[in-house]
Nanobody, 120 residues
Framework: QVQLVESGGGLVQAGGSLRLSCAAS????????MAWYRQAPGKQRELVAS???????IYADSVKGRFTISRDNAKNTIYLQMNRTKPEDTAVYLC??????????????WGQGTQVTVSS
């Protein structure tokens, strides 16, 4: 069993900054890609940013140049630094992780999510 715990959400004024964290714990043999997704009311869940264990990063076009994803492999933790926020960034932000609990036994888990609200 693997647990993902997100923190750092809240209310911020447009143009402000927030930093989200997601810590994975439990039976982790190896961790591969970790990512942040978001889901706004009435909209589909979308990828915000992902980072592999080797440091390869993908960003959604809507956040490029404003958000930065980083990772601490020793702590199985990822971060999302959100700068120059916009009201359209308002959503529940969810952490996702893929890895192995033991050789040849993959896992794929979601966190509970943390609410980010950007006021105009």
């Amino acid at each position: 069993q693997v647990q993902l715990v997100e923190s750092g959400g809240g209310l911020v004024q447009a143009g402000g900054s927030l930093r989200l964290s997601c810590a994975a714990s439990g039976r982790i043999y190896s961790m591969y890609t970790m990512a942040w997704y978001r889901q706004a009311p009435g909209k589909q869940r979308e990828l915000v940013a992902s980072i592999t264990s080797g440091g390869s990063i993908i960003y959604a076009d809507s956040v490029k140049g404003r958000f930065t994803i980083s990772r601490d492999n020793a702590k199985n933790t990822i971060y999302l630094q959100m700068n120059r926020t916009k009201p359209e960034d308002t959503a529940v932000y969810l952490c996702h992780a893929e890895g192995m609990v033991r050789p040849l036994s993959p896992f794929d888990y979601w966190g509970q999510g943390t609410q980010v609200t950007v006021s105009s």
